[in-house]
């Protein structure tokens, strides 16, 4: 009998019913270990805390961070065993049966190769970075230091989340948001512009303004770019749409003909045409930029 692999089965198999990226994590190692998932009542979601579900033979698991324990009144005594998986720089996943703690689950996210290339490069461009997470502090800023973020928000619920990105919008700064989960929905609908990815969960994508259709740190970048030319590329449009109506319609119309300046009917058709395909290519130039 291993009791890490029957815990683990009971929390994946509780965990399968959340769309969370840690929840899709632990299912996967659970399948890894060809373990067998158990059906699950009355699963119940709390945003900000974590899980709850009870197993065919009535047991109560709930399955979340420290504030779902305290929530709940369940004492936390192995405060050793939390403090060393912290310093590895893990999250903790708190697991308690029937309102007494059983396990502490560590889960550690691994940073993508060019996170810290990508973080430099927006520092360049005068854009603040801001973390925002429900990690605990320690872990957090433990992260937020080895990929070059100075400013970090943790242990935060998705409320507070939302009340930040509000309190950066009424200092005057324009926010974009980026998140994938369930509890970064409220700020991603919050937000100037909500930016998810197409690997999170359904309802951060429909919160979002903007989804990446790749799992790639630099398509942030590549937004930013794309959107900053589009907007130049729209005001040259503009600019060369009324400059040649200013110029051609009055001629058109015979207006300067006293002057001795007329134009050819057909002529005039032609230069429309022409006119409509000048700004057409214009706009073509973007998708250069999408590639």
Not at 53 to 76: C, H, P, Q, R, V
Not at 99 to 112: H, Q, S
Not at 124 to 131: Q, S
Not at 279 to 284: G, M, Q, S
Request: charged letters at 25%; glycine letters at 6%.
């Amino acid at each position: 009998y291993d009791i890490k692999k029957e815990i683990l089965k009971i929390v994946a198999s509780i965990e399968n019913k959340s769309e969370h990226p840690i929840a899709r994590a632990i299912v996967k190692k659970a399948q890894e270990e060809k373990l067998e998932l158990e059906e699950i009542k009355e699963f119940k979601t709390i945003p900000g805390f974590g899980v709850e579900g009870i197993t065919s033979s009535g047991d109560k698991y709930s399955i979340g961070n420290k504030k779902l324990m305290i929530e709940n009144n369940i004492k936390i005594s192995n405060e050793k065993d939390e403090k060393e998986l912290v310093n590895h720089g893990n999250s903790i996943l708190f697991v308690s049966l029937n309102n007494e703690l059983i396990a502490l689950i560590g889960v550690k996210d691994i940073l993508k190769d060019n996170v810290i290339d990508v973080i430099q490069k927006l520092k360049n461009r005068n854009i603040d970075i801001v973390m925002l997470t429900g990690d605990n502090t320690q872990t957090a800023e433990k992260i937020a230091k080895e990929i070059g973020i100075t400013t970090v928000i943790s242990n935060v619920t998705p409320r507070e989340k939302t009340e930040v990105v509000k309190k950066l919008k009424t200092e005057g700064k324009y926010v974009m948001m980026c998140g994938d989960g369930i509890n970064d929905s409220p700020a991603l609908a919050s937000s100037n512009i909500g930016v998810s990815v197409n690997s999170g969960t359904d309802i951060a994508m429909d919160s979002s303004d903007v989804i990446l259709t790749r799992n790639d740190l630099n398509s942030i970048l590549n937004l930013i770019n794309i959107s900053k030319k589009t907007i130049r590329n729209i005001k040259q449009n503009l600019f060369w749409a009324f400059f040649y109506n200013s110029l051609m319609i009055p001629i058109a119309m015979g207006l300067l003909g006293k002057w001795g300046v007329t134009i050819n009917p057909m002529i005039a058709s032609l230069a429309m045409v022409i006119s409509s395909l000048t700004v057409t290519l214009n706009a073509l130039r973007l998708k250069r930029l999408a590639k």
